[in-house]
């Protein structure tokens, strides 16, 4: 009597994609079928989407009144506020730098492995920037409306933003 394997082991999960007996047939490592993708970079409707992110979290702030605060309230630290936003200028620097003049005009690939230390600066002056501009709104707003507003402004507004606008 043989015993037979999915009986034995009924809670046993099973591959959810197909396996390619092709590309197993040929040597190739993995045999599984990538996902379908899904509308390009900048077809109309994820133009559309990223507009609507953007405008609607400009928006919000301006709800929150945050650029009125920023501009006129005596409470916001004006000196963590500029530190922050020398931050995100050394940022755009170094995103530049790296996508198109070493990407492009170097034509070396943007990976980790070729910019190791670039992208640790990155994290080191994103970490910075976030610190700073807390430094700055928490006066106002306190611990986690001020984090709601960086949580808002980096993806709703920066995130989309380099997003959309393309490197060419």
Not at 3 to 19: G, I, K, Y
Not at 43 to 57: E, N, V
Not at 105 to 130: G, Q
Not at 135 to 141: G, T
């Amino acid at each position: 009597m043989s015993l037979d394997v999915e009986q034995s082991a009924p809670l046993r999960r099973r591959l959810a994609t197909p396996v390619d007996t092709d590309a197993l047939a040929t040597g190739s490592r993995s045999g599984i079928h990538a996902p379908p993708a899904g509308l390009p970079p900048r077809h109309p409707l994820q133009i559309l989407k990223r507009t609507a992110i953007i405008g609607g979290t400009l928006f919000a702030l301006y709800d929150f009144q945050v650029f009125q605060n920023i501009l006129h309230n005596p409470k916001v630290s004006h000196e963590w506020f500029k530190c922050g936003l020398a931050a995100s200028i050394a940022i755009m620097g170094l995103k530049g730098y790296v996508e198109l003049y070493e990407g492009k005009k170097k034509k070396k690939k943007v990976e980790y492995e070729n910019f190791k230390s670039a992208t640790h600066w990155t994290i080191f002056l994103i970490m910075l920037s976030w610190i700073s501009f807390h430094m700055a709104l928490s006066p106002v707003y306190g611990f986690f409306k001020s984090l709601v507003i960086m949580i808002g402004f980096g993806y709703g507004v920066l995130i989309q933003a380099a997003l959309m606008i393309p490197v060419w």
